[in-house]
């Protein structure tokens, strides 16, 4: 490089743009601390990703994207003490946020707790795990949410092998997951005998209305019979017996079906008529 040019720097700037949305109260406590809990989650997964983790930036970052509530928070609340101001903010904020915990009326939704209908167990049993997050089981969580599965799931066959092969939460969940992709291969491959009864009654009567309409519209207007497109009617020029005129024969004469209708309307006519002079009488 020759002296008299000027030196180039490269500046390296990284953009570092959180996606997270402010932070909405909602109208009950407890589902504020629910969505408190996720948001922060949330958020924090961000901080992860983006190795955000100094706790000055942290916590700069949870203002400008929690909104503009979090911002009047971190000004009224009192302070706490502590050196990571990131878990002092943190710390204030779940203490407004979050319900107090009573881990009595978290047992207790968790006891009432039942599978949903064709739910998969590893969907139930996350579901369990969800709720027992507050019931503070600590250490015997896997066998409590291995206990209240074997109360309410309705497979015994399940039941009765996870209770005599002593199986732990993870086995028991893995063998429900094989049972039940089984069970559905297995009816994939046999199909219901409804379905196909239905099926095959519906195929018959489509057939069949599918055959009559076929007949009607073969069968040509003016001599009753199926001559093909385009091919010439043998009505035509023929002069019909019925009511003499030409192109079509008696047997499709429509001046022959308004006789019979006509004759068919004066008869009831005439029934009603001999009806009506018998009351009168």
């Given at each position: 490089?020759?002296r008299?040019?000027?030196q180039?720097?490269?500046?390296?700037?990284?953009?570092?743009?959180?996606?997270?949305?402010?932070?909405?109260?909602?109208d009950?406590?407890?589902?504020?601390?629910?969505?408190?809990?996720?948001?922060?989650?949330?958020?924090?997964?961000?901080?992860?990703?983006?190795?955000?983790?100094?706790?000055?930036?942290?916590?700069?970052?949870?203002?400008?994207?929690?909104?503009?509530?979090?911002?009047?928070?971190?000004?009224?609340?009192?302070?706490e003490?502590?050196?990571?101001?990131y878990?002092?903010?943190?710390?204030?904020l779940?203490?407004?946020?979050?319900?107090?915990?009573?881990?009595?009326?978290?047992?207790?939704?968790?006891?009432?707790?039942?599978?949903?209908?064709?739910?998969?167990?590893?969907?139930?049993?996350?579901?369990?795990?969800?709720?027992?997050?507050?019931?503070?089981?600590?250490?015997?969580?896997d066998?409590?949410?291995?206990?209240?599965?074997?109360?309410?799931?309705?497979?015994?066959?399940?039941?009765?092998?996870a209770?005599?092969?002593?199986?732990?939460?993870?086995?028991?969940?893995?063998?429900?997951?094989?049972?039940?992709?089984?069970?559905?291969?297995?009816?994939?491959?046999?199909?219901?005998?409804?379905?196909?009864?239905?099926?095959?009654?519906?195929?018959?009567?489509?057939?069949?209305?599918n055959?009559?309409?076929?007949?009607?519209?073969?069968?040509?207007?003016?001599?009753?019979?199926?001559?093909?497109?385009?091919?010439?009617?043998?009505?035509?020029?023929?002069?019909?017996?019925?009511?003499?005129?030409?192109?079509?024969?008696?047997s499709?004469?429509?001046?022959?079906?308004?006789?019979?209708?006509?004759?068919?309307?004066?008869?009831?006519?005439?029934?009603?008529?001999?009806?009506k002079?018998?009351?009168?009488?």
């Amino acid at each position: 490089m020759d002296r008299g040019e000027p030196q180039q720097i490269t500046v390296i700037t990284e953009t570092r743009n959180l996606r997270s949305q402010p932070f909405i109260q909602s109208d009950d406590q407890i589902s504020t601390g629910k969505h408190w809990e996720e948001w922060m989650e949330s958020i924090e997964r961000e901080f992860r990703y983006f190795r955000i983790t100094e706790p000055a930036d942290k916590k700069d970052a949870l203002i400008i994207y929690g909104g503009k509530d979090i911002s009047r928070l971190e000004r009224s609340l009192r302070d706490e003490e502590g050196e990571d101001e990131y878990k002092v903010l943190k710390n204030k904020l779940n203490k407004y946020y979050l319900p107090k915990k009573n881990k009595h009326h978290a047992r207790y939704l968790f006891l009432k707790m039942k599978p949903f209908r064709d739910e998969y167990t590893v969907t139930y049993v996350t579901r369990l795990r969800e709720k027992a997050h507050a019931c503070e089981f600590e250490a015997t969580c896997d066998e409590r949410i291995l206990e209240h599965c074997i109360q309410t799931i309705t497979n015994q066959d399940l039941i009765k092998r996870a209770i005599s092969k002593g199986w732990n939460l993870d086995k028991f969940v893995e063998e429900a997951g094989q049972m039940e992709d089984t069970c559905l291969q297995m009816k994939d491959m046999k199909g219901d005998p409804r379905d196909i009864g239905t099926f095959s009654a519906n195929k018959i009567q489509s057939n069949r209305s599918n055959y009559r309409a076929h007949d009607v519209e073969e069968n040509c207007g003016y001599c009753g019979f199926d001559h093909g497109e385009g091919n010439k009617c043998p009505a035509y020029g023929k002069q019909c017996r019925n009511c003499d005129k030409y192109n079509h024969f008696a047997s499709v004469c429509r001046a022959e079906k308004k006789k019979q209708q006509y004759r068919a309307g004066n008869f009831r006519r005439k029934g009603r008529s001999v009806k009506k002079t018998t009351e009168e009488n």
